[in-house]
């Protein structure tokens, strides 16, 4: 099994349900891989470990997502918000 699996959008293309059924047989069946996942749509990444921040190709932000959420600012923290986002994230952080 691949130790290294880079998603770049993958799932850009598929409905909401069809993603997170992916996103689950992903996390099981390469739980033991390193997995970056390159995306767009926040709920793909939310429970990621760490999130990496882009901004006009420079990185902006990286940290685990409830961090980037604790900050109260920044790029993460702007789009969680204005996506509805905010109390997923802090849930699905502190489930762990």
């Known amino acids: 099994q691949a130790r290294i699996v880079v998603m770049d959008e993958a799932t850009a293309a598929i409905d909401h349900e069809t993603d997170q059924n992916l996103q689950r047989v992903i996390r099981t069946e390469f739980a033991s891989s390193t997995v970056?996942?390159?995306a767009h749509r926040l709920d793909t990444v939310l429970d990621a470990d760490r999130i990496i921040?882009?901004?006009q190709g420079r990185l902006a932000q990286c940290?685990?997502?409830a961090a980037l959420i604790d900050?109260?600012?920044g790029i993460f923290f702007e789009l969680c918000h204005e996506?509805?986002?905010?109390d997923?994230?802090?849930?699905?952080?502190?489930v762990e």
């Open 83 to 86: 996506g509805g986002y905010l």
């Open 53 to 55: 921040v882009f901004d």
């Open 71 to 73: 900050a109260g600012a």
């Open 88 to 94: 997923k994230v802090v849930s699905s952080q502190s």
């Open 63 to 65: 940290d685990i997502p």
């Open 36 to 38: 970056l996942t390159i």
